[in-house]
């Protein structure tokens, strides 16, 4: 199998996103992985991998491409100018059907919009949303979206955000009939914006219709109590509930490490514990539900986190190849066909 990876898309360049990469091959002798970025700078990146991973250079295949989408570039710039960058070729390669999958830390706004261009949306569609997955409940997961693709969403996009989510929840996950929520300020039906509201009014009456199981509003901390297999939302709202999301955890784990080892009897807590506190980490950390779905394309596109270390790329890559193995941009167009015209939403909306 071949993904596409575009290399240049890191805060800190293409280090960890070649690491990353090398990590992923190592562990999958069946995977290529071709990399689009200036070939000098990433043949220096393949010389500095640790000893464990040199191996992998083999199947890592560097694409020379000298240009690259800046972190302030504007989606505009991108379609206008964006044809040569790392990020389009990636793009293109998927598109021809030569990689089954890319992976790309860049910038979001460039990414959706040359992906909504180059890759093409499913029938029906005005925009793709970008969703992931978070741990709620016990030991499960509700997927969000969307998170930063679209700021601002009419209640014919929410609707198709609900059909997509649950589209993914069933392929993912083998949910028969998913759970979906719009999330919003309170579950009162006089709460929340405009579109909300028309949005909730749309699948209440048609959720049987579009095979959805849908339970009305949610509220932020609904989402990880394991009640909603999905919770939609538009970007902005998903995007600020996500990274808050990252850091909480981050923060608490911080300052229970801290709270464990200031004192003796902490410290012996903390050595006691020390194996329920590593499991606890490795479960929650956002490390390992890195790696957000461009839902709605013709082909998978995953946008992973601009900071994401090697370890956190790694898990990227392993989502994009799930989602090659459900075939899920496949499942989720036929899934939108089957249930027919969305009302308004089957209308393309700029």
């Given at each position: 199998?071949?993904?596409?990876?575009?290399?240049m898309?890191?805060?800190?360049?293409?280090?960890c996103i070649?690491?990353?990469s090398?990590?992923a091959?190592?562990?999958?002798?069946?995977?290529e992985?071709?990399?689009?970025g200036?070939?000098q700078?990433?043949?220096?990146?393949?010389?500095?991998?640790?000893?464990?991973?040199?191996?992998a250079?083999?199947?890592?295949v560097?694409?020379?491409?000298?240009?690259?989408?800046?972190?302030d570039?504007?989606?505009?710039w991108?379609?206008?100018?964006?044809?040569?960058?790392?990020?389009?070729?990636?793009l293109?390669m998927?598109?021809?059907?030569?990689a089954?999958a890319?992976?790309?830390?860049?910038?979001?706004?460039?990414?959706?919009?040359?992906?909504?261009?180059?890759?093409?949306?499913?029938?029906?569609?005005?925009r793709?949303?970008?969703?992931?997955?978070?741990?709620?409940g016990?030991n499960g997961?509700?997927?969000?979206?969307?998170?930063g693709?679209?700021?601002?969403s009419?209640?014919?996009?929410?609707?198709?955000?609900?059909?997509?989510?649950?589209?993914?929840?069933q392929?993912?996950?083998?949910?028969?009939?998913?759970?979906?929520?719009?999330?919003?300020v309170?579950?009162?039906?006089?709460?929340?914006?405009a579109?909300?509201?028309?949005?909730?009014?749309c699948?209440?009456?048609?959720a049987?219709?579009?095979?959805?199981?849908?339970r009305?509003?949610?509220?932020g901390g609904d989402?990880?109590?394991?009640?909603?297999d999905?919770?939609?939302?538009?970007?902005?709202?998903?995007?600020?509930?996500?990274?808050?999301?990252?850091?909480?955890?981050?923060?608490?784990v911080?300052?229970?490490?801290?709270?464990?080892g200031?004192?003796?009897?902490g410290?012996l807590?903390?050595?006691?514990?020390?194996?329920?506190l590593?499991?606890?980490?490795?479960e929650?950390?956002?490390?390992?539900?890195?790696?957000a779905?461009?839902?709605?394309?013709?082909?998978?596109?995953?946008k992973?986190?601009?900071?994401?270390?090697?370890e956190?790329?790694?898990?990227?890559?392993?989502?994009?190849?799930?989602?090659?193995?459900?075939?899920?941009?496949?499942?989720?167009?036929?899934?939108l066909?089957?249930?027919?015209p969305?009302?308004?939403?089957?209308?393309?909306?700029h």
């Amino acid at each position: 199998m071949r993904l596409a990876i575009d290399a240049m898309g890191g805060d800190e360049g293409p280090r960890c996103i070649v690491e990353g990469s090398a990590r992923a091959v190592v562990e999958r002798p069946e995977l290529e992985l071709v990399l689009f970025g200036p070939a000098q700078r990433l043949a220096t990146e393949l010389k500095r991998l640790p000893r464990p991973l040199a191996a992998a250079a083999s199947r890592l295949v560097v694409r020379d491409t000298p240009d690259y989408v800046r972190p302030d570039a504007t989606a505009a710039w991108a379609l206008r100018y964006g044809h040569a960058t790392s990020m389009a070729a990636m793009l293109s390669m998927v598109k021809s059907g030569e990689a089954s999958a890319g992976v790309s830390a860049g910038n979001t706004a460039a990414l959706v919009a040359l992906a909504r261009r180059d890759v093409g949306l499913c029938g029906g569609l005005s925009r793709p949303a970008i969703s992931t997955s978070i741990p709620s409940g016990q030991n499960g997961r509700c997927y969000l979206l969307d998170l930063g693709a679209n700021v601002d969403s009419p209640p014919e996009r929410l609707v198709d955000f609900a059909l997509m989510g649950a589209a993914m929840a069933q392929c993912l996950d083998g949910i028969e009939k998913p759970s979906v929520a719009l999330l919003n300020v309170g579950v009162e039906a006089v709460k929340g914006s405009a579109s909300v509201r028309k949005a909730d009014a749309c699948l209440r009456e048609r959720a049987e219709s579009l095979g959805l199981d849908y339970r009305g509003y949610a509220e932020g901390g609904d989402i990880y109590q394991g009640e909603f297999d999905v919770v939609v939302c538009d970007g902005f709202i998903g995007n600020v509930t996500l990274k808050a999301s990252e850091g909480l955890t981050r923060m608490l784990v911080k300052r229970l490490q801290t709270a464990l080892g200031s004192r003796p009897s902490g410290r012996l807590a903390s050595w006691l514990a020390r194996p329920l506190l590593r499991q606890l980490q490795h479960e929650l950390s956002p490390v390992r539900y890195n790696g957000a779905t461009l839902l709605g394309l013709k082909a998978s596109v995953v946008k992973s986190h601009g900071s994401a270390d090697a370890e956190g790329f790694y898990y990227a890559i392993e989502r994009a190849l799930h989602q090659v193995a459900h075939s899920l941009p496949a499942r989720v167009e036929r899934l939108l066909l089957e249930r027919g015209p969305r009302g308004a939403s089957n209308k393309t909306t700029h």
